[in-house]
């Protein structure tokens, strides 16, 4: 099937597919799956400014129907999400005017390229770490803990900052904690999803755990809320730059809206650590992928 926005033949079902397995991901880890929709859109030949703008339009959709599931299930912060956003929109628009930047100096491929590796393996790297370390605290010492045991001194430093104005999550158990702690993870994380795309919450979800402390599972419903709001103001500006493929987005979401529905549900019979490790795994997918392409590789449509 030909896409003339982004001028490039791909299966339609091969897009369906990526569009599934990012729905089930998202669904239950709780990131818009950026770190594969990505990677797997460059990796079947789409341009690097359109896997950026075209995943952003995707993500939207899919998060839309896997926030509403988690919703149901008392897993967002409706309160939390809302303030992240005046942060995200400002990180998300300083991203995507420096991908038309990039794109100006015919240097977006390589740049976005090596960065999403960087990013992606550190991730990966660092959640593997501290998912294994927390499931070996809770057999050892039989504690029956869902959320992040061994960063709660970095979450302690963080809510010790009582810079005004001082705000209450009860949702998040987060009695008192510094606005700007929080407009600041929605500045970086909204900056390196106008840069490389998605909702970024592959980045997001990490920092709402052992950085704010949020318990994984409302951690996890609480980013696709987000996304839903900061990924459609993405989308918006990356349209008007001319980095989105609508049709693409369509046929990726056709596969995504019932994964998402898979994924949702079945946080409800998988613990916080585990989830953690089961997640660590993924960056290093999207990695390979983007590697594999930068270095000659990929397939036709």
Do not use: C, N, Q
């Given at each position: 099937m030909y896409f003339p926005l982004a001028d490039v033949l791909i299966h339609p079902l091969i897009l369906v597919a990526i569009g599934f397995l990012v729905g089930v991901m998202g669904?239950?880890?709780?990131?818009?799956?950026?770190?594969?929709a990505g990677p797997a859109m460059f990796f079947i030949g789409v341009p690097m400014n359109f896997v950026v703008g075209t995943d952003l339009a995707h993500i939207v959709g899919k998060s839309v129907v896997a926030a509403k599931r988690h919703r149901t299930l008392g897993h967002v912060d409706i309160k939390l999400?809302?303030?992240?956003v005046l942060g995200t929109m400002v990180g998300v628009e300083m991203g995507a005017q420096v991908v038309e930047f990039l794109k100006v100096k015919e240097a977006a491929e390589m740049v976005i390229g090596v960065l999403y590796i960087v990013i992606l393996i550190t991730i990966s790297l660092f959640t593997g770490w501290e998912a294994?370390?927390?499931?070996v605290m809770m057999r050892t010492e039989r504690i029956a803990a869902k959320d992040a045991l061994g960063f709660k001194s970095i979450t302690r430093r963080v809510r010790a900052i009582r810079i005004p104005p001082l705000v209450r999550l009860p949702n998040?158990?987060?009695?008192?904690?510094?606005?700007?702690?929080?407009?600041?993870?929605g500045l970086v994380t909204g900056f390196f999803g106008g840069l490389l795309g998605g909702g970024a919450g592959y980045m997001r979800l990490p920092a709402?755990?052992?950085?704010?402390?949020?318990?994984?599972?409302?951690?996890?419903?609480?980013?696709?809320?987000?996304?839903?709001?900061?990924a459609g103001y993405g989308t918006l500006t990356h349209a008007f730059k001319g980095n989105v493929d609508i049709l693409i987005a369509l046929v990726m979401h056709t596969g995504a809206a019932i994964g998402a529905q898979i994924g949702a549900v079945s946080?409800?019979?998988?613990?916080?650590?585990?989830?953690r490790l089961g997640f660590s795994f993924l960056p290093f997918i999207g990695a390979a992928l983007v590697l594999y392409r930068l270095l000659g590789g990929g397939v036709a449509g």
């Open positions: 669904g239950f880890f709780g990131v818009g799956g950026s770190f594969i999400g809302l303030l992240m294994r370390r927390s499931i998040s158990g987060i009695e008192s904690i510094s606005l700007w702690a929080i407009l600041l993870v709402l755990i052992y950085f704010l402390g949020v318990p994984t599972h409302v951690a996890i419903g609480t980013d696709l809320f987000e996304v839903v709001i900061s946080t409800r019979f998988v613990g916080g650590p585990k989830i």
